[in-house]
């Protein structure tokens, strides 16, 4: 069975601040997805980024950057130089092959102060 | 640019009462999907359509729930007899293909308050 876990709860940084947001996920197929979304104080769910299982490769997008290491099972997101706009609650999930229901994990509040 | 569009943004019901939340996923998408948020808590998979059919659901999905393309637009979610617990925002989304790796565009929500 597949699982997404964000061991933190909420994160509360200046603005300016980088900010890594943890992401561990379990799952027995050798091909599966990954995702962050984005959800805003108004409630809509915003896509960030996928990432295939086969494609380790980091990415950088402007201030958000993302590290997917196999070895770990992990994918962790890094905002630099955050700023209050970043204020959000941020989900990684999952979704395996053979089954598109994306799991979420519980999600984590990031909270940046002016 | 095409959007999940979602009606009522807010629907407010007595126990026991029958609501359909409606969806109108992106006009090109083929897999439709429920999902629901109990306030502060994860986003939780519901139930997958495709073809006018279900094509996967959850343990919460149970005989209370269900869904129908009534038309080539609209995809609903009906809960029958609605219980305090169902209280939640319900979120649907559709994707273009198959693949796993295509992200699902979400609407922005319905929220339901059980009275």
């Known amino acids: 069975a597949q699982k997404v876990t964000q061991a933190q709860t909420e994160i509360s940084v200046v603005e300016k601040e980088d900010v890594t947001l943890d992401c561990v996920y379990e799952t027995r197929d050798t091909t599966y997805y990954l995702f962050w979304y984005k959800q805003p104080p108004s409630g809509e769910l915003v896509f960030l980024i996928r990432r295939n299982s086969f494609d380790e490769q980091n990415e950088i997008s402007g201030r958000y950057s993302w590290n997917f290491q196999k070895s770990t099972s992990s ?20 979704s395996e092959a053979g089954r598109r229901a994306l799991t979420f994990g519980s999600g984590t509040r990031l909270q940046v102060q002016p | 640019e095409p959007e999940v569009t979602q009606t009522p943004s807010h629907q407010v019901t007595q126990m026991g009462q029958e609501v359909i939340l409606r969806c109108v996923p992106i006009s090109n998408h083929l897999y439709f999907y429920w999902y629901r948020q109990i ?14 059919e279900i094509s996967e659901k959850s343990e919460i999905f149970d005989d209370q729930f269900s869904v129908e393309r009534p038309d080539g637009s609209n995809f609903t979610l009906k809960i029958r007899s609605t219980k305090l617990e169902d209280s939640a925002m319900y979120f649907c989304a559709s994707r273009t293909s198959g693949n796993s790796y295509n992200e699902q565009f979400f609407g922005p929500g319905t929220r339901l308050t059980v009275l």
């Open chain 2, 39 to 52: 306030l502060g808590q994860k986003v939780e998979f519901l139930v997958s359509f495709y073809n006018n």
């Open chain 1, 75 to 94: 994918f962790n997101f890094t905002i630099t130089a955050s700023q209050v706009v970043d204020s959000a609650v941020y989900f990684c999930a999952l």
